[in-house]
């Protein structure tokens, strides 16, 4: 596609319920980024992925998330066992790997958990 | 001290006015990249810079390698241009090659 395209734009689910959430990046963009914005707050890290390295899994807040990509190309974040805490906005983006490249962004998957 | 500072933090201003957004940064940076977010949560690159100066419409961004900074500049705002619009930067530090540090954002609310 044209841009970085997330699915689904928005998930509510129940506190306890796994979730997964989708990023289709740019075509050809091998560094890819997820990021969640909780209410009131900045963007936060959560995990980067650049071609077939080891993700950098650094920012994942627990081992309740976990991240894949595969064929370099989509890449799933799932959430087991939501919690409250979980409710925030994520956030995909991806670039060519080269330093100082622009990142695009995705429209983000709106997740609350009730 | 965050990484990546921005001021105001909110802002409110008028039709026509010209408005500027400040960004600080304390790490060394590759590029630096200017973000636009809509109340539906959408996040659009207005611009990355790795030094100089950008126009793009309305819109102005300038950075200052030197002194670690970099502004933001909307001519004769309007209305749609009420959003957050968050500074970003780029670069190597760390373990984590190509990772982006956000600021908090600023809030921009122009009113007709």
């Known amino acids: 596609g044209a841009g970085v395209s997330q699915s689904p734009s928005n998930k509510v689910t129940e506190k306890g319920k796994d979730v997964e959430l989708r990023c289709d990046p740019i075509?050809?963009?091998?560094?890819l980024y997820w990021y969640r914005q909780s209410l009131g707050q900045g963007l936060e890290f959560l995990i980067y992925?650049?071609?077939?390295?080891?993700?950098?899994k650094s920012g994942l807040p627990s081992d309740r998330f976990s991240a894949e990509r595969t064929g370099g190309s989509v890449s799933t974040l799932t959430i087991q066992r939501t919690q409250q805490e979980d409710s925030a906005v994520y956030l995909c983006?991806?670039?060519?790997?080269?330093?100082?490249?622009?990142?695009?962004f995705g429209q983000g998957t709106r997740l609350t958990v009730v | 001290k965050n990484e990546v500072e921005q001021s105001p933090q909110n802002l409110t201003a008028q039709e026509g006015e010209f408005i500027t957004i400040n960004c600080s940064y304390s790490?060394?940076?590759?590029?630096l990249h200017w973000l636009q977010q809509h109340p539906g949560g959408g996040i659009v690159s207005l611009f990355m810079?790795?030094?100089g100066k950008k126009k793009h419409g309305r819109l102005i961004a300038t950075i200052n390698i030197q002194e670690k900074h970099s502004s933001l500049h909307i001519t004769a705002s309007h209305p749609r241009d009420s959003a957050v619009y968050i500074c970003?930067?780029?670069?190597?530090?760390?373990?984590?090659?190509?990772?982006?540090?956000f600021g908090k954002g600023t809030k921009l609310s122009v009113k007709p």
């Open positions: 075509s050809g963009h091998t560094a």
């Open positions: 992925f650049q071609g077939n390295s080891a993700p950098d």
């Open positions: 983006a991806s670039s060519f790997y080269r330093v100082g490249t622009e990142a695009f």
């Open positions: 970003a930067v780029s670069g190597l530090y760390g373990g984590s090659q190509g990772n982006l540090i």
């Open positions: 790490v060394g940076i590759s590029a």
């Open positions: 810079l790795s030094s």
